[in-house]
């Protein structure tokens, strides 16, 4: 390769002369535990920087990744091959989005390639798409009688037509989908060979405008042309409603114009061939925009001002502020004149919620005051949507983002300020696939790139984050009164043990949640009932043998859903068919246990006739719109009772619900979790906090049958210091967060035998250096999932950085040794750290 000398400002920072090769990492997305280098040809070192896409080929595979970085060291242990072209004009995203990637990777220990895969959207991820290109120099004469397939000959002649075929083409010519050993036939006879292209999926939206043509633009023109249009009453028509529209909308497109008029298509063509009309196609946005106004018009109470005060003193100090505020003391409102502050300073800001279902209510209102300078981002958008809002934010036009722990990738170039509301909350943990990053944990590193602010929000905070207010590491605010100076809801308890039914199933509505339902439905007011189970029944049983249907790829009961007539795995998502027969002994007798929302909701229409009852579960509302439609339909007091699981409890705000009801409260005090505490009472207290919020008259029942629990004393006092205090000393005594560091391995794999032995090896392989630290290995209570075995091994650190990154290096270590013996290749090592 000749030597390039050119200046290299754009990657290097400073103005440099370069006199020796480059070489650059690439980001592909594939799981590599480091990042790959090319060589960069000389054709491209001038279109070369850091962050834009590229294009290389790594075993014979295209990949589109994003340059990572630009160096003179040519890798000592290999010949890098070199890239085939740059994609980009600019850079996709910014340096600090490149280290807040780099950051996940080395933290939550999984390769920057997956970060890559959660961080951009889909359609920004080009795509290999196989194309089959004519042999010209195959010698075959497809007319000669050369034996091949009625199928193999239809291809081959299509090819020699259009001398390349995609891979969707062939299986449109074919009318199949397995077209490949077709072509394998055909490769083999050399008849063609396969050329990977890379495919940009992303499409810009094109809408046609209709313009009035020029001649007309004048009244007296247009008077004439009216006065003397002729016989053509549905082209008239079509032609003032096109004159009103103009007036009224300032633009107008082809379908709204054709849906006013009532017209077809070519009755607008007519006009258009007439030179009345013209018709121009133009790029638009996907998702339509407010005005950029501002309008932050509203006082804060006595209580929230002094706050707000605290808050900017706070951030003043340190990066860091967790408001502790009660339900409905107004924290929304703090947040909106924070927001106000650093847009006026220029600055983005990220507001953060941990579910989609928050963001439907929470952007109507922010939309008020910030009209078009906001957008929602989060997975319940199409690829398309979320590839504009992207490019908005990357230049600028977007200043408040509200989304989910995704939009934490998004690319700010300006950001001022992280806002994560609800930062208690599980849902800012990603589960599955990696990388399995705490967006709340993650957000704070990435707001330290910009030298920005966080705020915290939230009533019950995590016991992480409130220690670290304790210590001074976080800022700490309290709001401790409601807005308006309403009180608190009232929380009774209802003892299900002395409600015992003859065949002791569990009681889904006692007496008193029916009278109290009553009441509310007589006095004008609306109910939330909370059952954090969905479905009809969780399991139905054999009443002869004790026989409970199970998933066959999974080691769980099968849940009834009645709606669909269908039993579900809630963890594989598999669907079977009722059973009537049982497999054991052949009865017919079979009864449902406990209930979901499903049947909940049944018993209370029955129950209230006349009230309009709704579910919000994961089966009611899947919809990118769902959720928004049926918050509304509840605001607008057009559902009385609203029976859902945890997504019509979290932060949401209505102001005529009075009552609030946990139906199974020994569910959420019986989880076997160490944060079971913590979590029964947020999510009590949460629930709690939807009733009353307008004026104080907030009834919450919870049906439990252990009254005596201390959770349920602390809810019932709305006391989280007590909580913080009962948990922080257990936590201490045992050794969990937030004094150590916890990190869980979870091996897999379809034979038990095999898991568990490469559960026992990678044990001792770690037992060398941290054998105090080690719990297991251990089967977890659903040990089978998707036909996979599942053993666990749990570390606790003390909090040393120098000890936890040792421990890290050890397990990768430790990983690769199992994965070189043939035996074990196969098993999946899942590595959770600050697992949730």
Avoid at 46 to 75: C, F, H, M, T
Wanted: with cysteine.
């Amino acid at each position: 390769m000749a030597t390039p000398n050119n200046n290299t400002s754009n990657l290097f920072g400073a103005s440099t002369s370069v006199g020796g090769n480059l070489y650059c990492e690439v980001i592909i997305p594939l799981a590599l535990p480091i990042t790959y280098t090319w060589a960069v040809p000389e054709h491209l070192v001038k279109a070369i920087a850091i962050g834009v896409r590229v294009e290389v080929d790594l075993r014979n595979k295209k990949y589109a990744g994003i340059l990572k970085s630009i160096s003179l060291q040519k890798p000592a242990a290999f010949e890098p091959k070199e890239l085939l072209n740059v994609l980009d004009d600019e850079p996709l995203v910014y340096d600090n989005q490149l280290k807040l990637w780099q950051w996940i990777s080395q933290y939550y220990m999984c390769s920057e390639g997956e970060v890559m895969q959660a961080a951009i959207p889909s359609n920004l991820k080009l795509s290999s798409e196989s194309i089959l290109i004519w042999n010209e120099e195959c010698g075959y004469d497809l007319n000669d009688g050369t034996p091949f397939t009625d199928e193999e000959f239809i291809v081959a002649q299509a090819l020699e037509v259009k001398k390349e075929l995609r891979l969707s083409e062939v299986q449109q010519l074919l009318d199949s989908s397995h077209v490949y050993p077709i072509i394998k036939k055909l490769i083999d006879k050399q008849i063609c060979y396969v050329w990977e292209e890379l495919r940009d999926k992303y499409k810009t939206k094109t809408e046609t405008y209709i313009y009035l043509h020029p001649t007309y633009n004048n009244d007296e023109a247009l008077s004439e042309l009216l006065n003397n249009f002729g016989k053509a009453p549905k082209q008239m028509e079509l032609l003032l409603a096109y004159l009103h529209l103009i007036k009224t909308e300032g633009e107008v497109t082809q379908p709204v114009l054709l849906k006013k008029s009532n017209a077809s298509a070519a009755q607008l063509k007519s006009l258009l061939e007439k030179g009345i009309l013209i018709a121009e196609k133009k790029a638009t946005d996907r998702i339509k925009a407010l005005p950029k106004d501002i309008t932050v018009n509203f006082d804060l109470s006595a209580a929230q001002q002094t706050a707000y005060n605290e808050v900017l003193t706070a951030l003043a100090e340190k990066n860091v502020c967790l408001l502790h505020g009660v339900t409905a003391s107004g924290k929304t409102q703090i947040y909106v004149k924070l927001i106000e502050q650093y847009m006026q300073q220029g600055k983005q800001v990220l507001y953060m919620l941990p579910e989609i279902a928050l963001t439907s209510q929470i952007i109507r209102r922010l939309q008020v005051h910030f009209g078009g300078n906001i957008a929602i981002y989060h997975s319940k958008f199409n690829p398309n949507e979320r590839v504009e809002i992207w490019n908005k934010v990357k230049k600028g036009q977007i200043k408040v983002v509200l989304g989910a722990r995704s939009s934490l990738f998004l690319p700010f170039s300006n950001l001022g300020l992280i806002v994560v509301d609800e930062e208690h909350d599980a849902s800012f943990k990603q589960q599955d696939p990696a990388p399995r990053y705490h967006a709340r944990d993650a957000a704070v590193y990435y707001a330290s790139l910009f030298n920005a602010k966080v705020l915290l929000g939230s009533a019950t905070p995590s016991i992480e984050s409130y220690y670290n207010c304790m210590q001074n590491k976080y800022s700490l605010v309290t709001l401790t009164e409601r807005f308006g100076n309403v009180d608190l809801p009232t929380i009774n308890l209802v003892d299900l043990k002395k409600l015992a039914t003859k065949d002791k199933n569990k009681i889904a509505l006692s007496p008193q949640m029916l009278s109290a339902v009553e009441l509310s439905l007589s006095q004008q007011k609306q109910v939330i009932l909370f059952q954090n189970r969905r479905g009809y029944s969780p399991y139905m049983i054999c009443n002869n043998c004790g026989w409970i249907p199970q998933c066959q790829h999974c080691d769980v009961t099968l849940t009834y859903h009645k709606a669909k007539n269908k039993l579900s795995c809630h963890y594989c998502g598999t669907t079977y068919p009722v059973l009537h027969t049982c497999a054991a002994c052949g009865s017919h007798n079979f009864i449902q246990k406990n209930f979901g929302t499903e049947k909940l909701e049944e018993l209370v229409a029955e129950a209230f006739p006349n009230a309009k009852v709704a579910r919000m579960d994961l089966d009611t509302v899947k919809g990118k719109n769902d959720h928004d439609t049926m918050i509304k339909l509840f605001e607008q007091q057009r559902i009385d009772i609203l029976v859902g699981t945890q997504m019509v409890v979290k932060g949401l705000d209505f102001e005529h619900v009075n009552l609030v009801g946990i139906i199974d409260g020994d569910g959420i005090l019986n989880f076997t979790d160490f944060r079971v505490n913590e979590r029964a009472f947020q999510l009590m207290e949460q629930v709690s906090g939807r009733a009353g919020r307008k004026d104080g008259k907030g009834n919450v029942l919870i049906q439990v049958s252990n009254v005596q629990h201390p959770v349920l004393g602390y809810v019932q006092a709305h006391n989280y210091q007590a909580l913080y205090q009962f948990e922080i000393e257990g936590r201490h005594n045992y050794q969990y967060p937030p004094f150590y560091r916890m990190i869980q391995l979870t091996l897999k794999h379809r034979d038990s035998y095999v898991a568990e032995e490469a559960a026992n090896i990678l044990l001792k392989g770690l037992e060398v250096n941290f054998k105090p630290y080690l719990n297991g290995p251990a089967q977890p209570p659903v040990d089978r999932i998707r036909n996979q075995y599942l053993w666990e091994i749990l570390i606790k650190l003390p909090k040393s950085a120098q000890l936890i990154n040792q421990c890290k290096r050890e397990i990768q270590q430790q990983i690769a040794i199992i994965k070189s013996e043939r035996k074990y290749a196969s098993v999946a090592v899942v590595i959770d750290v600050d697992p949730v």
